[in-house]
């Protein structure tokens, strides 16, 4: 199984990014998906999901800038990142899970300078 992010970047406060997670290996369809960010320092934590059905889920300081898609005949997840602020900034983590299997990707970075 392989969860491939892109999509990081340098950004100006304000800003806008769209992260991208390919996924092989493994059938897409039914795993619920997320997006984790770790800021240095910090713990890693949940940005936004989607489940198999497609229902979404964001943390509080995110909601309103955020959203998370997922597109099941390409495989693929993504977050659009809009009003982007400093503190945004860390290591992005797709992430994905079912009854049975739990599988991270490596993160990409999104650094937003004030």
């Known amino acids: 199984v392989q969860l491939q992010a892109s999509g990081g970047g340098l950004v100006q406060d304000g800003g806008s990014l769209r992260l991208s997670c390919a996924a092989s290996?493994?059938?897409?369809?039914?795993?619920?998906m997320s997006w984790y960010r770790q800021a240095p320092g910090k713990q890693r934590e949940l940005v936004a999901g989607?489940?198999?059905?497609?229902?979404?889920n964001y943390a509080d300081s995110v909601k309103g800038r955020f959203t998370i898609s997922r597109d099941n005949a390409k495989n693929m997840v993504y977050l659009q990142m809009n009003t982007l602020k400093p503190e945004d900034t860390g290591s992005y983590y797709c992430?994905?899970?079912?009854?049975?299997?739990?599988?991270w990707g490596r993160g990409t970075l999104v650094t937003v300078s004030s």
């Open positions: 992430y994905a899970e079912d009854f049975r299997n739990r599988y």
């Open positions: 989607i489940t198999s059905r497609g229902i979404t």
């Open positions: 290996g493994l059938v897409f369809r039914i795993y619920d």
